[in-house]
C-alpha cells in the first residue's frame, strides 16, 4: 500500500514538473508573443486586454501547479518523515528482541532467573566435583567401617569359639566332679 501511494505521488511529482517546465516555455512564448505583437505608442507599448487576460489566466495556472506540486512534495515528506520514524521504532523494537534473544542464547534459566552458561557450568562442575569427592569420601569411610566390622566379626567368632570350648570343659569338669560326687556319696552310703 506504502509502495503505490509512493510511486503515485512520484508520478504525479513527475508530471507537474514537465507540465511545468511546459508551462513555462508556453509562458515565454506568450510573454514574447504579447511584446512582439503589441503595438506601439511613443515609447509605449499597447496590449491587447485579452492576450494580457490570457498571459495572466496561464501565469496563475502555472502558480497553482507549482503549489500543487509543492504542496504534494511537502505531504510526500511528511509521509516519508512518517514512515522513517516507524522504520527507526521498529529498528529499536528489533534490537532490544535482537538482544533479549541473545542474552537467553547465551544462558540458562535457572528457577526463574537467567544465569550465563559459563557461570552455570562453572557452579555445575562444581557441584559434581563436591559430590564425587563427598562420594570417594564416603566409600572409603564405608571400606574402613566395613573392614573395622569384619575385624570385630571375626574377633567376636574366635571370642564365642573360645567361649563355647571353655563352656564344654566347664561342663565336662562339672560332670566328672558330679560322678565323683556321686561316687563318694556312694561310697559313704555303702560303708554306713
Known sequence: MKLK??????????????????????LDEQFTDVIDKSNRYEDYKVVKIYKL?????????????????????????????????????E???????????????????LFGSLIKKSTYKTTMWGIIGAL?????????????SNSITKTANQKLAETEEEFES??????EREQQL????QDEINKQKKTT
Open 5 to 26: 501511494t509512493t510511486l503515485l505521488l512520484s508520478l504525479l511529482f513527475f508530471i507537474g514538473i514537465c507540465s511545468y517546465g511546459q508551462n513555462t516555455a508556453t
Open 53 to 89: 487576460n490570457n498571459l495572466r489566466k496561464s501565469v496563475m495556472d502555472s502558480l497553482q501547479a507549482v503549489e500543487l506540486d509543492l504542496s504534494n512534495a511537502q505531504n510526500e515528506i511528511g509521509t516519508q518523515g512518517t514512515e522513517i520514524n516507524d522504520l527507526k521504532q
Open 91 to 109: 529498528v529499536a523494537n528489533l534490537q532490544t528482541a535482537l538482544n533479549t534473544s541473545k542474552s537467553k542464547e547465551d544462558g540458562i534459566e
Open 132 to 144: 564425587i569427592l563427598l562420594s570417594l569420601f564416603l566409600f572409603f569411610r564405608f571400606r574402613n
Open 166 to 171: 571353655h563352656r564344654q570343659r566347664t561342663l
Open 178 to 181: 558330679r560322678r565323683k560326687l
